[in-house]
Nanobody
Framework: QVRPVESGGGLVQAGDSMRLSCVASGHLFSTYAMGWFRQAPGKEREFVAA????????DYEDSVKGRFTISRDNAKNAVYLQMSSLKPEDTAVYYC????????????????WGQGTEVTVSS
């Protein structure tokens, strides 16, 4: 198993950019699909983006397509979420999660989670 740890959150203004990082301890990181989810206050955790064991296999939630980019560096056991043109509705706690091989879109499909990093976008 891998154990993700997120970093990079903070307070930004609408229109700004931010990069979240997730470094995972453990073995065989390259065989895991990695996902980013977010949870806003009072809302359910939702899918944001994911990258498969094959790095070109990526997918995004519709509202972030064209603004967010997910990437991975297997040499560093890391996955990144580059966020641009941030909006106040992107405000949430962002979680990194891992599951074997293929992208999943539901939180229950991931069994390894980080503690989350908070992103606040002011208007």
């Amino acid at each position: 198993q891998v154990r993700p740890v997120e970093s990079g959150g903070g307070l930004v203004q609408a229109g700004d950019s931010m990069r979240l990082s997730c470094v995972a301890s453990g073995h065989l990181f390259s065989t895991y699909a990695m996902g980013w989810f977010r949870q806003a206050p009072g809302k359910e955790r939702e899918f944001v983006a994911a990258i498969g064991e094959i790095p070109r296999d990526t997918d995004y939630e519709d509202s972030v397509k064209g603004r967010f980019t997910i990437s991975r560096d297997n040499a560093k056991n890391a996955v990144y979420l580059q966020m641009s043109s941030l909006k106040p509705e992107d405000t949430a706690v962002y979680y990194c999660a891992a599951r074997p091989r293929e992208i999943g879109y539901q939180p229950w499909k991931y069994n390894n989670w980080g503690q989350g990093t908070e992103v606040t976008v002011s208007s």
